[in-house]
């Protein structure tokens, strides 16, 4: 019997348990560090964590590269944008991720807004995103861009009869006119830049143009709409561009082209997907190395192509099927009004009739 115990039994029964608490609690920190070390007890120390509204199709061959490249692990939780916003303000400082990745500014600017995204200094990321695509405070970046624009039907419309998406409020358009719900995100950052641009009342009298021009009821999302116009319900409609792509992929013969709205004026509305360090990060360094090796050559053209997007970064061509879309002005506006305007944006859309 060792001294230690041969005193420990002397004491009183209380006086050898106090002690033989004390002895549990001093090894405490050498059970987690060995732990840790096993990685058994919680996550990974050096791995990323990324909370991402992007399908996993899309992101995971990315992630994928990013270890090969670098030999960060990175993990990662999918799901729409609202619960994982919420899902970050209720962990709070205890959140275990690095990275909000999600889809529309909109999204983006109300993540920042609550406090869930940190500001970033860097030279790499202002100098790969141009600023009308990333946040003025710089807590998220667009790492790919969208068109919403026209789609029209190639049998019914010529392209020189579309000019504007004001245009499209006009008489010439009634009873002809497909549109998406004003549910959806993608549509309340339209009528958000509208406002933007032209303000409130001209906007309304836009989008109740766009009201009493519709062929049917609006549609649950992009490609119900496009099948609409390719059946000869009705004959143009406003769609992301990636939908389109993907439709014509899988249907080259497909009966609809993209038009380019105003381009003598204030061009074409675009959104991004895009990311952001979130404000309790525990990897931010980290983190930030990431975004920014998002926003490089690269990693943006794989980024974007997955979706049949544009690349965020101006020096990334698009991939050969977007490219042969053609160019287009876009909009200068700085897409962090699709966020700061989107409040405004869908009571209008309710005042106008538009569901």
Not at 225 to 234: D, N, P, V, Y
């Amino acid at each position: 019997m060792n001294e230690t115990l041969t005193e420990s039994a002397m004491l009183p029964s209380a006086a050898r348990t106090d002690l033989r608490r004390g002895r549990r609690i001093a090894a405490l920190p050498l059970v987690l560090v060995a732990c840790l070390a096993a990685w058994g007890c919680a996550r990974a120390p050096e791995e990323l964590v990324v909370y991402s509204a992007r399908n996993e199709q899309l992101i995971k061959p990315l992630f994928d590269r990013y270890t090969a490249e670098t030999g960060m692990p990175i993990r990662f939780v999918t799901d729409d944008a609202g619960p994982l916003i919420e899902r970050l303000a209720a962990e709070g400082a205890n959140s275990p991720a690095d990275v909000l990745m999600t889809v529309d500014a909109g999204e983006l600017w109300f993540a920042a807004q609550r406090g869930l995204l940190q500001p970033l200094d860097s030279a790499v990321l202002e100098q790969n995103i141009p600023e009308h695509l990333r946040d003025p405070e710089g807590r998220w970046f667009g790492l790919s861009v969208r068109a919403r624009t026209i789609v029209y039907s190639t049998e019914r419309v010529k392209p020189e009869e579309l000019s504007t998406y004001e245009a499209l409020a006009e008489p010439q358009w009634q009873g002809r006119l497909c549109l998406r719900t004003s549910k959806k995100v993608y549509n309340q950052s339209l009528v958000a830049m509208l406002i933007a641009q032209h303000g409130e009342e001209r906007t309304e009298q836009i989008v109740r143009g766009w009201v009493q021009n519709l062929a049917t009821d609006v549609f649950s999302s992009d490609n119900l709409l496009m099948e609409a116009i390719a059946a000869g319900q009705c004959d143009v409609g406003i769609v992301n561009t990636y939908y389109f792509g993907r439709m014509q992929r899988d249907n080259p013969d497909l009966p609809l082209r993209l038009f380019w709205p105003d381009q003598q004026g204030n061009g074409v509305h675009v959104n991004v997907s895009g990311a952001g360090v979130t404000a309790h990060a525990p990897r931010a360094e980290q983190a930030r190395a990431f975004l920014e090796w998002l926003s490089s050559a690269e990693a943006q053209g794989q980024f974007a192509g997955a979706n049949l997007e544009y690349p965020a970064n101006p020096a990334v061509e698009p991939d050969e099927r977007v490219a042969a879309w053609g160019a287009f002005k876009a909009s200068p506006l700085n897409v962090a009004q699709a966020g700061e305007l989107q409040a405004d944006a869908v009571r209008l859309m309710d005042r106008a009739g538009y569901r």
